[in-house]
C-alpha cells in the first residue's frame, strides 16, 4: 500500500518568507509527527497528533513553527517568516492505532533558506 | 539536552565484518528502543527495535544488545554487506509515543 508522502520533496525560499509543508500519512494511521533533520545531525520532535487529542507542540522551537491536521488525516507544517536556521529536511511520520510502536517516515521535504 | 548519545559518528567496515553501533540514554522512563536505517534522500525506516525487559533481540543479520542497568543498548550487524552501507540511528521512547534519536552513525560497508 501507500506509504506516507510529504510534498513539495525540495522547497527554496527566502528569508523573511512563510513556507508551508504538507504530509499525506498512511490512510487509517491516527497518529503523526513531524521531526527536523538538520545536515548530519539526528531526528528532532517537533509536534505529535494522536486522533482528535489535543496536539503535542512541544518540540516547536519557536512561534514561528504550527501544525494543523485537518480531518484526522493532512498535515501541514507552517512556518512563518523563515530564517537561515530554519534549513533542514522536515519529516512526518505516522503510526497505526492500537497500541502499535512502529513510526512509518516520509521521504521528507527539504527547506533551504536564503 | 542530548538525551541519547550515539557513537560512533562513522564507521567503515569491510564486506563480511561486524558493525556495532553504541547508545547510552539517561531517562529511566524510557520503554521502547528501535533501531532505524536511512538512505540518502530517504526517510528513515524501523530496521529492529527491543524493550527493555529483554535483553537481546535478533533478526536476521542484525542484534540488539540492551543492558538496562548501564543504560545502553547497541546494535550488530554480522555478515556486512555493501547494501547495508546507511545511516543508522539509534532512538528511545518515552511518553506520547515521541521518539528522541541519537545523532546517528554513517556505516560504509567496503567490498
Known amino acids: 500500500g501507500a506509504g506516507v508522502s510529504q510534498s513539495p520533496s525540495n522547497k527554496v525560499t527566502e528569508k523573511g518568507k512563510d513556507v508551508e509543508l504538507r504530509c499525506d500519512p498512511i490512510?487509517?494511521?491516527?497518529?503523526l509527527y513531524w521531526y527536523r533533520q538538520s545536515l548530519g545531525q539526528g531526528l528532532e520532535f517537533l509536534i505529535y497528533?494522536?486522533?482528535?487529542?489535543?496536539?503535542?507542540k512541544s518540540g516547536l522551537p519557536s512561534d514561528r513553527f504550527s501544525a494543523e491536521r485537518t480531518g484526522g488525516s493532512v498535515s501541514t507544517l507552517t512556518i512563518q517568516r523563515t530564517q537561515q536556521e530554519d534549513s533542514a529536511v522536515y519529516l512526518c511520520?505516522?503510526?497505526?492505532?492500537?497500541?502499535?510502536?512502529?513510526?512509518?517516515f516520509g521521504p521528507g521535504t527539504r527547506l533551504t533558506v536564503l | 539536552q542530548q538525551q541519547v548519545k550515539q557513537s560512533p559518528q562513522s564507521l567503515i567496515v569491510q564486506k563480511g565484518g561486524i558493525s556495532i553501533i553504541n547508545c547510552a540514554y539517561e531517562?529511566?522512563?524510557?520503554?521502547?528502543f528501535p533501531w532505524y536505517q536511512q538512505f540518502p534522500g530517504k526517510g528513515p525506516a524501523l530496521l529492529i527495535a527491543?524493550?527493555?525487559?529483554?535483553s537481546e533481540k535478533k533478526e536476521g543479520r542484525f542484534t540488539i544488545s540492551f543492558n538496562k542497568s548501564a543504560k545502553q543498548f547497541s546494535l550488530h550487524i554480522m555478515d556486512s554487506q555493501p547494501g547495508d552501507s546507511a545511516t543508522y540511528f539509534c532512538?528511545?521512547?518515552?511518553?506520547?509515543?515521541?521518539?528522541?534519536f541519537g545523532g546517528g552513525t554513517r556505516v560504509l560497508v567496503k567490498p
Open positions: 532512538a528511545a521512547r518515552a511518553a506520547g509515543n515521541k521518539l528522541t
Open positions: 497528533f494522536q486522533g482528535n487529542s489535543a496536539p503535542d
Open positions: 531517562n529511566t522512563a524510557f520503554d521502547y
Open positions: 490512510s487509517g494511521h491516527t497518529a
Open positions: 527491543i524493550r527493555p525487559d529483554v
Open positions: 511520520a505516522s503510526r497505526e492505532a492500537g497500541g502499535t510502536d512502529t513510526q512509518y
